[in-house]
């Protein structure tokens, strides 16, 4: 699923930084020491956005990441009420506007809050322009080299250990492997025709150990053949690249860094297009990804075959 557009671990940062930047129009006729502490909050909370916003892209945050976004998370709420509070005393200091003596008293009465508000609104933008100070410069004070933090945090995937599991050590898994055996062969459809099959399930089921079982079996009865895992959040280049090089291992030889995802389609449909070919793509988590993917396989009618998980 993608993420919203506001995420929680970003809060009412971005709704914040609009209203400072109202704030700073001539509507509120602040005081310049004012508007300089709002310029302030405007660009540290804006590269704090950025920084949140970086954090919730990412699939998992350490630990001195997430105290340092939720203290980010919580002064920007401070902030937010201080400046709705100046806001909704301004606007009821400024609506009503009777007529006569007792409208002149009003009037005068009015402008002397005004000014009481424009000087408290002061005096709580310095208190929160340190709050800021101080968070910053604890993520600093306590920031620590990530190359030297992080040595050995090395995610381990579990597909791993569905891929070179040893088929001795695997209960169980036969029947299944044979029964979809049958089911790819060409029974019921045009032996030309490309067949699509997919393995759907709950993580942990062994979905990768079954696709990897029918993989061995089958892969030499094709011409090519690729073993794909996409993820969460695909790579589409590395996972285009990675086809490329199995089906065809003389294209590693070949400068492909710097392709784009059409280069990598058209040279992968170029290769494979009179050829019988068997392409597992494990692990999808949208239909987009495997839309993308499909692109770069053609039906091309010598009797292919596609397994997917998900």
Known sequence: MESPVVTALEGPMASLLEKLGDLLTDKYKLLNETKEQIIFLKDELGS???????????????????????????LSYD??????????????????????????????????????TRHEISKELQSLKRRVIEVSE??????????ASKPNRTTLDLRLLALYAETSGLVGING????????????????????????????GLGKTTLANQIFRKMEGQFQCRAFIS???????????????????????????????????????RKFIFDKRYFIVIDDIWDDS????????????KNGSRLITTT
Not at 177 to 196: C, D, H, N, W, Y
Not at 247 to 262: G, K, R
């Open 48 to 74: 704090m956005h950025v920084f949140l916003k970086k954090m919730s892209d990412t699939e998992e945050l350490d630990q001195q990441d997430k105290c340092w976004a939720n203290e980010i998370r919580e």
């Open 79 to 116: 902030i937010e009420d201080s400046v709705n509070d100046f806001m909704y005393n301004f606007e009821c200091n400024s609506n009503s506007n009777p007529r006569g003596l007792k409208g002149f008293v009003d009037r005068i009465v009015r402008f002397l809050a005004t000014i009481n």
């Open 138 to 147: 604890r993520r600093t004070r306590y920031k620590i080299d990530d190359a």
């Open 176 to 203: 299944p492997t044979e029964e979809f055996i049958q089911l790819m062969s060409e029974q019921g459809v045009p032996a030309s025709e490309r067949k699509v099959l997919s393995i759907v399930g709950f993580g």
């Open 230 to 268: 996409v993820s969460q959040k695909p790579n589409i280049k590395r996972i285009f690249r990675t086809v490329l090089s199995q089906v065809d291992p003389l294209a590693c030889e070949h400068t492909m860094e710097s392709w784009d995802e059409n280069e990598y389609i058209s040279a992968l």
């Open 289 to 300: 990804a495997w839309y993308i993917i499909k692109c770069a396989l053609p039906d091309n």
